[in-house]
């Protein structure tokens, strides 16, 4: 647990070091921290709801095209599975105060019990920024987790897992 919160802080530690870099606004990489609630549907043991919480970094390679990642913690602290997300994505709108964008992209589960075995999902997701200052705005976001496996062995394997999130952005 020590070490997801320590790669958690190191990412957004490193987006911010990186936004001092003297480039235009529009490109700053950017960091974010959130939380939300969701479920998870599991051959074999049905759905149930679930938390999740984490942080992660974001930069633009392109006009609107990026590339961020993120460390989390599904469930409780000390119960619950870790996720690890690489996602390419596409921002619209990056110069008003409202900045819808989806993303999508590979996620890697790591369980510490049952919570969410340890497997891998590929993911979709979308939300917005709303930006209530230069450096800092408010995120709103989905994200949907899909596995196609049902079974490895016999242990059930998550199929979907969903949550909404809110959190904060900043750059």
Excluded at 22 to 47: C, M, N, W
Aim: charged share 20%; proline share 3%; no cysteine.
């Amino acid at each position: 647990m020590k070490r997801l919160i320590v790669a958690s802080a190191l990412i957004v530690v490193m987006a911010t070091m990186a936004s001092a870099q003297d480039r235009e606004d529009k490109y700053l990489p950017q960091g974010y921290i959130f939380a939300g609630e969701g479920s998870v549907h599991t051959s074999g043991s049905g759905t149930r709801g679930l938390t999740q919480a984490g942080a992660g970094g974001e930069v633009l390679l392109s006009e609107g095209f990026g590339i961020g990642g993120e460390l989390g913690v599904i469930g409780r602290p000390q119960h619950g599975s870790g996720i690890f997300s690489i996602d390419p994505g596409y921002r619209f709108r990056r110069h008003s105060k409202l900045v819808p964008f989806v993303e999508g992209g590979y996620s890697r589960t790591f369980a510490r019990n049952d919570t969410i075995p340890t497997t891998n999902f590929f993911n979709l997701g979308g939300g917005i920024n709303y930006w209530v200052s230069k450096r800092a705005a408010l995120r709103l976001e989905f994200r949907d987790h899909l596995h196609g496996n049902e079974y490895r062995g016999a242990y059930a394997m998550a199929n979907q897992y969903w949550d909404f999130r809110i959190g904060l952005t900043f750059r």
